[in-house]
Structure formats: C-alpha cells, structure tokens
C-alpha cells in the first residue's frame, strides 16, 4: 500500500508523475484572488497558534464541524485553543472524499515535517509541535508566503478601502513578493441589501463626490478606480447570485437609486436594471484601463436565518444557485463588447451545470490579441466545487470546448497563510489529466511541449491575463 501523501500523491501515471517533478512542482505561484488582509502581511505578527491559523475564520472547517455534530462552542465559541483543535482533529477520520482532509495533511507535511495522519489520538503532538514552529519568526505571515515561493498576491478590496497597507508594503525593499489590491464593488452593485444607503454615503466621502444620481454614482466610482490603478491594480472582482441583464435609460435608472435612497422598496426588474448598467459601465472602464474582470457567480447567501442571526455571514452557511442566466450571460458580454470591447474575463461559476454554457459562450466573444490568450474564459473550480473531481471536471469542459493551454489556473480564495498547499493539490491533479491523454494514446508524449503547457497553466497564463508588474 502506497504511503498517504507520497511523492506521487494524486499522480496515477508515469506521464504526470515526469510533468509534475520535472516541470510544476517548482514553479512559482501566483495567486491571483485570495481574501488575505495587506494589514496582517504588512504588521507580520506571529500567528497566535494552530488552531487560529486554521480555524480562525475557515469556514469550510466550521461546515464539516457542524456537519459531524460538534457544538458550536468548539467552532466559533469560546472554547480553549486547544479544546477547537482537539474537535477538528476527532472528526479529520471522518472526511474521507472531502478535500479537507487533503489540504491538512499537506498543510502538515510542507509547513510543519508532520507525515502522519491527524486524529483524537495524535492531536496534542501535532497541537505542541505545530505551535513551536508557528513560534518561530520564519513562520510569521511574510516568510510563509516566501516558503510557499508565492511571487505575487491579489487581495480583494472594497472601493472604499484606503489601501494604505498596499502603499506601505509598496514602500518596502525587498520583501520579495508582490501585494496588490483588486477592486471589488460589490457594495454598489446590490442596491437589494439593506445598507446599500449607508454604503453610498462612505463611497461618496471615499471618492470626494457626493452621490445623488446614477451620474454621480459613476463618477465616484470611476474616482475610485483611478485611487486603485495608482496602486498597481490591475484585476477586478464582482460576484453575483445570477448575472442579470435588463437595460434601462438614465432617466429609470436615477428614478431607481432615489427610490432606494429615500427608502423606498425597489422591485426584483428595478434591482436588475440597476445591477445591469452599473456592471456595464464597471466593465467599460475595466478595459479602460486595462484591467481583468473576475466574476464569481452562483451562490445562495445565508441560507439558515438562525445561523445568521448568530454569527452573520461568510461564517458556512452558503450554497450553489440553481437559477440560469446563461442567455443573460451572453447579451451583457455582447453589449460590453459594443460599447467598449471586453477586458479579459475570467467566469466562477458555484455551479457545475453552468461551467458548459460559460465555456461556450466564452468561446463566442474570443478574438485576436497580442498576449495569444484565451480573452474570456471558464475559470478554474470555486468553493463547493474545490476538489478533485470538480478540478477535473472543470478541466474537461474546458480542454473539450476551448483551448486548454491558455487556461489560467488556480488560486486559493483563502484567508489562511497556510492554504498554499492548494496550488500543490491542482498541479498535482492537473499533472494526472494530462498525462491519462497520453496513457490512453489521445495524445503524443511530447515532454517539452507539455511540460510548458503545465508551467504556463501553473504560473505563466495567470502573469499574462492578470498584468501586476513582478
């Protein structure tokens, strides 16, 4: 019996296995959308122990906590660092298919030299040894990127950020890697939500613009993309349960922000036709200024009203959106296209059913450029779809209906220091896929032709589409 979290871990051929040592397994990373804080990379303070590193606001970990009935006490609770971790580690037998169980024993292996499994009976050992690294300056927030050969990262920034922590961890020589913002207006965009008008005001006071029309709602806008291209942005990202699409005129549109600022209730056509427009301008000075757009799309938010109540939100209580919207998909891009020619675009879908309709429809809006790149594309599997089945999946819709060389890759959409191990998890998944084509005589063994088309999935296709200067 193969030793868990060998050398050849997920690799099922010898074609992969030569790809994946020879040719990814070294490769830098870049990692392109994540939700780690510049303020924490910046101050650099150790992390205070195991259990916050992983627990501290995972709330893939706190799903199959609850899942395996373990009270919240030792999730969110106020329980003992120990007592937290001593419950993760009981139900860790219990994961067997989630790639949670995956990702932690990596995370033990490349972090912390910890090549055994963690379970009731071995959580003090792994708790003390974990905790005596941690305590070392190397482990602290910067060296862990540097560990984890990361060249460059893209937080994720509401317009209103000041950004301060980006310019002073731009001021610094020599840090070895690269931090910068990506704008994220998602605040703006849901004119749904409750405090749409108080966050109108704070983007009115960040962009120096007083926000009374759809004019003026631009034009603060626009003042805040400019703050962030100062800053070396150069990605985007908005996310939406479904893309809408229903045009309006300037007139509705202003007719639509009043109502909402005075309080008063806007209907689901009112919210789609604001949604539709503020995208389609975003989208406009996206290319503007040369800039990718990122779209994450499909999800439920807080489906437990109690959950909620109790925690608030990203705190495990999302899922998948069956709803479609890949003919809307298609008429938005079209328009955009129009008005202003696409930025490069890169579709998260949460749910399977939509990777085909995004991977063809991508396929349609695809044209000459001078990066030779895939314009817009299917991006790789998100959140619920994060393991190995929905990487592979994802990896045959897009080899079968685009062209697989010019895919993007992976990124961790993490706010651990330690998730790094995921781009090993892809890459090693990646490597496999690539070679079954060749195991099963559906593709020549060209080594250096695909051992380059893995480094540039890897690493070299993310630094083309996402165009952070490192």
């Known amino acids: 019996m193969n030793k868990f979290i060998n050398d050849d871990f997920m690799i099922h051929n010898e074609y992969g296995k030569t790809l994946y040592h020879k040719y990814a397994k070294d490769m830098p990373i870049f990692d392109f959308h994540c939700h780690l804080e510049a303020k924490e990379i910046y101050e650099n303070e150790k992390l205070p122990s195991i259990t916050e590193a992983w627990l501290g606001g995972d709330h893939y970990k706190w799903r199959v906590m609850r899942a395996c009935g373990v009270d919240e006490k030792y999730i969110t609770g106020d329980a003992s660092d120990y007592e937290k971790f001593e419950k993760y580690a009981e139900i860790m037998p219990e994961l067997i298919g989630n790639p949670i169980y995956h990702w932690t024993h990596l995370e033990l292996k490349n972090y912390f030299g910890i090549d055994y499994c963690l379970d009731k009976s071995?959580?003090?050992?792994?708790?003390?040894?974990?905790?005596?690294?941690?305590?070392?300056?190397?482990?602290?927030?910067?060296?862990?990127?540097?560990?984890?050969?990361?060249?460059?990262?893209?937080?994720?920034?509401?317009?209103?950020?000041?950004?301060?922590?980006?310019?002073?961890?731009?001021?610094?020589?020599?840090?070895?890697?690269?931090?910068?913002?990506?704008?994220?207006?998602?605040?703006?965009?849901?004119?749904?939500?409750?405090?749409?008008?108080?966050?109108?005001?704070?983007?009115?006071?960040?962009?120096?613009?007083?926000?009374?029309?759809?004019?003026?709602?631009?034009?603060?806008?626009?003042?805040?993309?400019?703050?962030?291209?100062e800053r070396g942005c150069r990605a985007s990202d908005q996310a939406f349960k479904y893309i809408p699409y229903r045009r309006a005129t300037n007139e509705e549109l202003n007719e639509i922000l009043a109502k909402k600022l005075n309080d008063e209730p806007i209907s689901i056509e009112?919210?789609?036709?604001?949604?539709?427009?503020?995208?389609?301008?975003?989208?406009?000075?996206?290319?503007?200024?040369?800039?990718?757009?990122?779209?994450?799309?499909?999800?439920?938010?807080?489906?437990?009203?109690?959950?909620?109540?109790?925690?608030?939100?990203?705190?495990?209580?999302?899922?998948?959106?069956?709803?479609?919207?890949?003919?809307?998909?298609?008429?938005?891009?079209?328009?955009?296209?129009?008005?202003?020619?696409?930025?490069?675009t890169i579709v998260f879908p949460l749910n399977p059913k939509d990777q085909y309709p995004i991977a063809t429809i991508a396929g349609s809006f695809n044209r000459a450029n001078d990066d030779h790149i895939s314009t817009v594309q299917l991006g790789t599997s998100w959140w619920h779809l994060d393991h190995k089945e929905g990487m592979t999946d994802q990896m045959k819709i897009f080899s079968q209906v685009g062209v697989f060389s010019k895919f993007v890759g992976m990124l961790t959409d993490s706010r651990s220091f330690l998730s790094y191990p995921r781009h090993e998890y892809f890459r090693r998944i990646l490597c496999n896929f690539i070679g079954e084509f060749v195991e099963r005589g559906e593709y020549p063994w060209d080594e250096e032709f695909l051992g380059n088309l893995v480094q540039n999935i890897c690493f070299n296709n993310a630094k083309k589409f996402i165009k952070i200067e490192f």
Not at 148 to 177: I, Q
Not at 280 to 288: G, N, P, R, T, V
């Open 122 to 229: 071995t959580a003090k050992e792994i708790y003390d040894k974990c905790n005596e690294i941690l305590d070392s300056d190397d482990y602290r927030p910067r060296g862990l990127i540097k560990m984890s050969k990361v060249k460059a990262l893209c937080t994720t920034n509401d317009p209103v950020d000041t950004l301060e922590y980006h310019e002073k961890l731009e001021a610094e020589k020599d840090l070895g890697f690269v931090v910068k913002p990506a704008f994220r207006p998602d605040g703006a965009l849901y004119i749904d939500k409750d405090s749409f008008k108080s966050y109108i005001k704070e983007l009115g006071v960040a962009s120096g613009v007083e926000i009374k029309d759809f004019d003026s709602l631009k034009e603060s806008l626009l003042a805040r993309i400019k703050f962030f291209n």
């Open 270 to 344: 009112e919210e789609e036709k604001f949604k539709t427009e503020l995208f389609i301008f975003l989208a406009s000075q996206y290319k503007k200024y040369d800039w990718a757009m990122e779209i994450h799309v499909g999800v439920i938010r807080n489906n437990s009203k109690k959950l909620f109540d109790s925690l608030g939100a990203d705190v495990g209580g999302d899922s998948q959106s069956d709803l479609s919207f890949s003919e809307n998909f298609a008429n938005i891009l079209s328009d955009i296209e129009e008005l202003s020619g696409l930025p490069r």
